[in-house]
């Protein structure tokens, strides 16, 4: 499914985050294309505050190798069967996206620039979802981690906020329980 089909209400209300992914690889031209609408996203003074490292192919079996060294530390010890159990989440994907967001040192512009790659991270998740390509927003703690920037060649003034997995799936999940409206709405006045 590669044009637009669903209102943007149905694509908000009907995606779900994929955590359970099928292998299936992931045209990187269909991610460059989901990428480039995204980039529409809100953001304040024009500043574009995202960056993205994309790993499809022969770079995601290399991504898979960095995460290995931080998500099972003690790969080398134990057997082949249980290390690609715990990698499981990192391999099935069939493509994964470091989302970097500009770190700036004054704090209004610092959590300006959050909200602005949020939104940008939501609107590749809708795009995705809209031609059939699961996501999911991932912050594993190696996303912190000073060796992890640097295997990524991120850079100082840089921050990753999110491991954006995509893929395709075999089942949709079911979806969560949400609060109704008027319990987050307060009418102003009354
Ligand atoms: C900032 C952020 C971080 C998240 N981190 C993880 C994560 O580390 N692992 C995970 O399985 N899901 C993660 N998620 C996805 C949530 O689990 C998911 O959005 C939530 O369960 C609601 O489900 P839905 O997106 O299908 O509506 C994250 C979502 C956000 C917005």
């Given amino acids: 499914m590669n044009s637009q089909s669903l209102t943007v209400k149905t694509a908000i209300r009907e995606r779900r985050s994929i955590k359970l992914f099928n ?3 992931v045209d990187p031209q269909d991610l460059m294309e989901i990428f480039d609408d995204a980039k529409w996203a809100p953001n304040h003074g024009n500043r574009q505050p995202w960056r993205i490292v994309l790993a499809t192919g022969e770079g995601l079996t290399k991504l898979v190798e960095v995460i290995r060294e931080f998500a099972v530390p003690n790969w080398k010890e134990i057997s082949e069967d249980e290390l690609s159990k715990k990698l499981a989440k990192f391999t099935a994907p069939g493509a994964m996206a470091i989302v970097i967001a500009a770190e ?5 512009e610092r959590l300006e620039d959050y909200a602005a790659v949020s939104s ?3 609107n590749s998740q809708l795009l995705a979802w809209d031609r059939g390509i699961g996501a999911c927003w991932k912050t ?9 920037s640097t295997a990524l060649n991120i850079q100082a003034g840089e921050r990753p906020i999110a491991l954006l997995q995509f893929g395709y799936f075999d089942v949709i999940p079911k979806e969560k329980a949400k609060k109704a409206v008027e319990e987050f709405v307060t009418i102003f006045g009354e």
């Fill in 140 to 148: 594993p703690g190696f996303l912190e981690k000073p060796e992890f």
């Fill in 23 to 25: 292998g299936q690889p």
């Fill in 120 to 122: 940008f991270i939501q």
């Fill in 104 to 108: 700036d040192l004054r704090q209004k």
